[in-house]
């Protein structure tokens, strides 16, 4: 939960240190085709891409492959991580429009576990002029999960 003050923002930042930033897929049309060829093959360990740069990755033991759960106080997603030296440190990137899973098929989840980065991001618009994403507003934690 970003917020507006400086100084509330530097204290939000201490537990979600990580800018996610939320692109439109190359493979696919936001989630339309999510399960196409061509989208699953362009996952890791089966689930959407999360780009890190290296020294945030080691910093939190990761490697690329791995499973990670992205959170924050909104809630939380799966992705599978893979290592980018040409994303700037303390940013992570996704794309949005996996499919959005909560468990189906079996309990519900309280982790979504596709890699939907909508579960993370506030629903609110840029003003009441344009109602445009909020973006840069996506502060988050990643970790391993096994």
């Given at each position: 939960m970003a917020a507006a003050g400086g100084v509330a923002r530097?204290?939000?930042a201490k537990t979600w240190p990580l800018?996610?930033?939320s692109i439109q897929?190359?493979?696919?049309?936001?989630s339309q085709m999510d399960h196409s060829p061509l989208a699953q093959s362009n996952k890791t360990a089966g689930k959407e891409t999360l780009l890190m740069h290296p020294a945030d990755a080691a910093a939190r033991q990761l490697e690329s492959g791995n499973q990670v759960k992205i959170?924050?106080?909104?809630?939380s997603?799966?992705?599978?991580?893979e290592l980018n030296d040409g994303i700037a440190?303390?940013?992570?990137l996704m794309?949005?429009?996996a499919w959005f899973d909560p468990g189906f098929g079996g309990p519900w989840q309280e982790t979504e576990q596709a890699g939907n980065p909508n579960v993370l991001t506030l629903d609110i618009g840029t003003s009441r002029l344009t109602q445009g994403p909020n973006a840069m507003s996506c502060l988050v934690e990643v970790a391993r999960f096994e």
């Open positions: 530097a204290e939000t800018h996610l930033i897929p190359k493979d696919r049309l936001h959170s924050n106080a909104r809630g997603c799966l992705a599978g991580v440190r303390g940013v992570v794309a949005t429009g």
